[in-house]
């Protein structure tokens, strides 16, 4: 190796790299604001135009983009014509590049960022070299991660970098270059206001390695949003206990998504994507009891979200059962204390929640594809409430089915959800028919089950479920209508007396 070019915007390591590269023996090109940083530290630099013959013109825009790179780059060094070409015209090869790229991820994460920032931060020479040597891979070493400038130097101070090493490098650049130009076309599409575009290409980011994914047999893998918003689990900050599981990432975004719809002081219990407690109340510590008291049976092993920093108070009753994961925007020290007494238990900090008013896009893969749509972020107030029953809820009433409504929203359908005194009782989920959903919610809720509220996520297809409704004494009852028999089931609500409201809406959830 006897010629290296380097150019970079995160100089991270880069002087230690070039100083350890000259110690090899290696000529060192670079440019810009790199060349005078390592010039200015006493290595021996190669300005570009050097190289080139040319000056760095159009506030550096162009400068490595001409044929004395690209050839250096390009020429395949054990074909003739090539080695030919190559002394005529007086171009020397070079053997390693080291190059990353404009700050285009860190310019658009900024919330006043402009849309010429942006474009200015759009790097053209860097991903062109990166791509070049990495194709030229066999001859070449390309690098665009400092972590891998100790490698590479391991390597030549050995007897040279591999083969094998040069194709990792070669399809990390290419990994590399493919989730910035991904990052470049979702933002100028989204400055377009063009909604589906003909392709839809998205970049994620490894978080960690999983044990394993849905079952021991499965391997998997979770990733990352590079622009993750936060209050997701992307972005939570893990305090305590052994890393998440997939599935412990998939129950826990499902709770996480159901507390966000909450305003006053929630706690969410979550088993299988499910919710299995829910409950409002004045304090944390009260919200925690009602969810707990929800179903004591299903939340043990649980997901648990709640809206509020968790108190002392409400851990030491959080302690009394095993949980898999307590999920809130923070804790008290001596909350933490308590909790991480449970060498297992993991507890993530989330930061501020909240629903943001523009839908996130939502991918559910399947075999040879993948489904994109918003998210469902649709909420309802008393306002949006169609009254289509004799009797007339009350007040009390409406306030128990917008919580209902808060929470079957996020149960898979067919779904059935009892609620009273802002406490979930019963939940009916999943069922391939919408009275089997209640019949199962209300065997859950019992004797409390009379004089409570209940919602479906979808219309009732016949009058059945109000029939088992009036049978359990349920009052009040909350579905999107829209059936074509609709009158069939506003007619068995006004022979038992209870009040029924469309919202207009459904919320399927497969």
Request: hydrophobic fraction near 40%.
């Amino acid at each position: 190796m006897k010629r290296a070019l380097i150019s970079v915007s995160d100089k991270t390591g880069i002087l230690e790299l070039a100083k350890e590269l000259t110690a090899l023996g290696v000529e060192i090109i670079s440019t810009g604001g790199t060349a005078k940083l390592l010039a200015e530290n006493g290595v021996n630099v190669t300005g570009i135009s050097e190289v080139t013959g040319f000056p760095e013109i159009l506030d550096g825009r162009v400068k490595t983009l001409h044929p004395n790179i690209h050839s250096g780059l390009l020429a395949i060094r054990d074909k003739e014509e090539h080695r030919k070409q190559m002394e005529e015209l007086g171009i020397q090869p070079i053997d390693l590049v080291v190059v990353n790229l404009y700050p285009f991820r860190e310019t658009i994460a900024k919330p006043d960022v402009t849309y010429e920032d942006a474009i200015e931060n759009i790097d053209i020479g860097g991903p062109t070299m990166l791509r070049s040597a990495a194709k030229n891979h066999a001859f070449v070493t390309v690098v665009v991660d400092a972590e891998d400038y100790p490698v590479i130097l391991n390597e030549m101070k050995n007897g040279g970098v591999t083969l094998e090493t040069k194709r990792r490098l070669a399809a990390k650049v290419f990994r590399h270059t493919a989730a910035y130009d991904a990052l470049i076309s979702d933002y100028l599409t989204k400055q377009t206001g063009e909604e589906w575009p003909d392709q839809y290409t998205v970049t994620f980011e490894k978080a960690q390695d999983l044990r394993y994914g849905e079952n021991p047999h499965q391997r998997a893998a979770f990733y990352r949003l590079p622009l993750a918003k936060s209050g997701t689990l992307a972005t939570a900050e893990q305090l305590h206990g052994k890393e998440l599981s997939y599935n412990n990432i998939n129950d826990a975004d499902a709770a996480l998504q159901l507390i966000k719809e909450f305003d006053q002081p929630a706690v969410v219990a979550v088993k299988h994507t499910n919710p299995c407690g829910v409950g409002n109340g004045q304090t944390i510590f009260d919200a925690y009891q009602k969810a707990y008291e929800s179903d004591p049976v299903s939340i043990f092993g649980g997901i648990i979200a709640a809206n509020r920093k968790i108190d002392k108070a409400t851990a030491d009753k959080m302690k009394e059962i095993f949980l898999e994961i307590i999920m809130a925007p923070d804790f008290d020290e001596d909350a933490l204390e308590v909790l991480t007494q449970k060498k297992n238990l993991r507890l993530l900090k989330l930061g501020e929640l909240k629903i943001e008013a523009e839908p996130e896009l939502r991918l559910s893969s399947i075999a040879g594809g993948v489904l994109v749509q918003e998210e469902d972020v649709k909420q309802i107030s008393s306002a949006d409430l169609r009254v289509v029953t004799e009797r007339q809820p009350t007040k009390e009433e409406v306030e128990q089915l917008i919580f209902a409504w808060k929470v079957v929203k996020h149960v898979k359908s067919n779904a059935i959800v009892l609620t009273k005194d802002f406490q979930a009782i019963g939940v009916g989920a999943g069922q391939m028919n919408r009275v089997g959903a209640a019949k199962i919610a209300i065997e859950q809720a019992g004797d409390k089950a009379k004089g409570s509220s209940l919602a479906s996520d979808a219309f009732f297809p016949m009058s059945d479920t109000v029939e088992e409704a009036a049978k359990a004494g349920i009052t009040a009852i909350i579905q999107p209508g829209g059936s074509i028999r609709d009158e069939e089931s506003i007619q068995a609500a006004n022979k038992y007396g209870i009040a029924m409201v469309f919202t207009g809406i459904r919320h399927f959830k497969h």
